[in-house]
């Protein structure tokens, strides 16, 4: 039987169909090879079973090295931080807020980290209250077991916020970056996480009075 | 020139050939030089005239080695090549993400063989069920619905997992930790174990929900409402036989 000779169109052809055909399935099966930051938020809307949402915002933070992103639907608020990797797009921290009522404010927040060195908290959400005007976001911090309680106040004010489809949104970033890890009993090799607590939000007016608080 | 000479003048005209298809080629052309012999040869002619015919036949060797050159054109290779090294790459990213398999495996073993195992610490009656409802992207399903003591309380407990509709999909980790179980008189007790999951697979979920009962209880209900879904499912106690 004489051999067939495929032609180089026809070789190259068949040699990335099956490049693309291994692409989807592992793109599916492991859930790596993600090609745009979007697929790690379809990801975490499967997580959180929140249905699919639409991006209110997104900024990068070079402290952390990942993409925030705010998205949202008719039910749900997402927080994601997206991070590109040998094996494409990843999301590690994330965090979702059901907001099918209708309550003055919604919001949570979420601790960014790098995964060695630095982390930031970021506080999310929507504020249905017209006379809403600034949105405080309070926390404690503690390096170690034994290090001082550091107390973290920010504030954002509405011209700051995003507006989507009628609604407000804020994403406030705290400029305290804190050590995801500290050395324990002097062992540089033995390490015990950095705690966070005590989490509030508070939807002010703009005479400063508390109109909504949200413990996260 | 004789057979072998024309053939190096042809050959050396082929610059963006891989060795492998400059092989293929050296053997198709020999190939047809051969019949086109074999062909003079049974006319009669003799050997050397056959060979001088048929390249004769076939033209200047550097000019076909030309015009073949341009049937092989390098950026097909060149995708050939970036195919090739990429698939070699998604390979050994599955490799070493091989652990990662483990959520397509509970994705599939959830679904073949749910679990249906009771954590109670006495039974007083046990019934297994399979009981499917759909929560967004979401399969909840109830394996096991048992009566009996837990913790020193009178419990019903309801074994139950859930997965993505589609196979290998990521499933929702929330979902049992926000459905509620009510007995009848509507009281939901939260101090039991909720929820539980296959060591954080993404694939499926899976956890028991206790809720406290009093002897003639007939049914509890579960109760959900997030992310805009919402559902109140009764469900049957089996019958508590006397000891």
Not at chain 1, 114 to 140: H, P
Request: contains cysteine; aromatic residues 8%.
């Amino acid at each position: 039987m004489k051999r067939r000779i495929w032609t180089r169109k026809r070789k190259a052809l068949s040699l990335t169909a099956v490049t693309l055909v291994l692409f989807f399935l592992f793109q599916y099966t492991y859930g790596i090879c993600l090609m745009h930051p979007v697929q790690a938020r379809w990801e975490a809307e499967q997580f959180y079973g929140c249905g699919s949402t639409e991006r209110i915002c997104h900024v990068w933070d070079g402290a952390v090295g990942q993409h925030v992103t705010l998205s949202s639907n008719e039910h749900a608020l997402l927080l994601i931080g997206t991070y590109s990797t040998l094996s494409g797009w990843s999301c590690r921290d994330r965090d979702a807020v059901d907001c099918s009522e209708a309550a003055p404010l919604y919001g949570g927040t979420l601790r960014l980290s790098d995964g060695a060195v630095e982390d930031v908290v970021y506080a999310y959400g929507q504020v249905n209250d017209a006379a809403i005007d600034k949105i405080q976001l309070s926390f404690c911090f503690a390096a170690n077991e034994t290090a001082p309680t550091e107390t973290h106040i920010y504030l954002t004010d509405a011209e700051d916020w995003h507006e989507h489809n009628g609604q407000r949104y804020f994403l406030l970033r705290s400029d305290a970056l804190m050590p995801a890890y500290a050395p324990l009993n002097g062992r540089p090799y033995q390490i015990n996480q950095g705690m966070v607590w005590d989490c509030t939000l508070t939807a002010l007016n703009q005479y400063g009075t508390v109109l909504a608080e949200i413990k996260t | 020139m004789n057979r072998m000479e024309y053939m190096e003048i042809l050959l050396a005209q082929l610059r963006r050939v891989t060795p492998s298809e400059r092989e293929a080629i050296r053997q198709e052309i020999d190939g047809h030089m051969e019949d086109h012999i074999c062909s003079l040869l049974e006319l009669g002619y003799d050997e050397e005239l056959a060979e001088e015919r048929t390249m004769a036949r076939m033209g200047d060797p550097a000019e076909a080695g030309q015009e073949l050159n341009k049937q092989y054109p390098l950026h097909w290779l060149i995708l050939s090549r970036v195919a090739v090294t990429l698939t070699i790459i998604l390979c050994l990213q599955a490799m070493l993400g091989v652990g990662i398999l483990f959520h397509a495996r509970d994705s599939i073993l959830t679904r073949l063989n749910p679990p249906d195992d009771s954590a109670l610490d006495k039974t007083h009656a046990t019934e297994e069920v399979d009981l499917r409802l759909g929560v967004g992207n979401d399969i909840l399903r109830i394996t096991r619905v048992s009566t009996g003591e837990k913790n020193g309380y009178h419990v019903a407990e309801v074994r139950l997992c859930n997965y993505n509709r589609i196979p290998f999909g990521i499933a929702t980790e929330t979902l049992i930790n926000h459905i509620i179980p009510e007995n009848q008189r509507g009281e939901a007790r939260d101090a039991f174990e909720r929820g539980g999951s296959f060591g954080g697979s993404f694939g499926a979920d899976e956890g028991r929900l206790y809720t406290d009962i009093l002897p003639g209880d007939t049914y509890i209900t579960l109760r959900y409402d997030a992310f805009g879904e919402q559902f109140d499912l009764q469900i049957p106690l089996p019958e508590e036989v006397e000891p």
